[in-house]
Nanobody
């Protein structure tokens, strides 16, 4: 069973940067579609970005394209989400999620019901 451990959240001013980490086991890291979702108070959970372990394909929500990027450390089975040029509207609880499929679906990667495993969440707060 996959376990996802997130870290890296915090508080920054608008325009600042944060890097989120999602660590898991080797089996999940090499066979899953791994994604970041976020949920702000009073809003639905939304997909932010997804990474396909099998193909290396990445997907980003329009709201974060050009500002957020993935990187990985294969030795640590850790996926990173570098978040630059942060905006107050990026403020939310961020969750790492995984589904055991080689390639994230190009359209449905944002469908949170498809993900079997979830981390506990890490808070990101961006002040203006």
């Amino acid at each position: 069973q996959a376990q996802l451990r997130e870290s890296g959240g915090g508080s920054v001013q608008a325009g600042g940067s944060l890097r989120l980490s999602c660590a898991t086991n080797e089996y999940t890291f090499t066979r899953a579609c791994m994604a970041w979702f976020r949920q702000a108070p009073g809003k639905e959970r939304e997909g932010v970005a997804a990474f396909s372990s099998g193909t290396g394909n990445t997907y980003y929500a329009d709201s974060v394209k050009g500002r957020f990027t993935f990187s990985q450390d294969n030795a640590k089975n850790t996926l990173y989400l570098q978040m630059n040029s942060l905006k107050p509207e990026d403020t939310a609880m961020y969750y790492c999620a995984a589904q055991l499929t080689w390639n994230c679906h190009s359209v449905y990667w944002q469908r949170n019901s498809d993900y079997n495993y979830w981390g506990q969440g890490t808070q990101v707060t961006v002040s203006s």
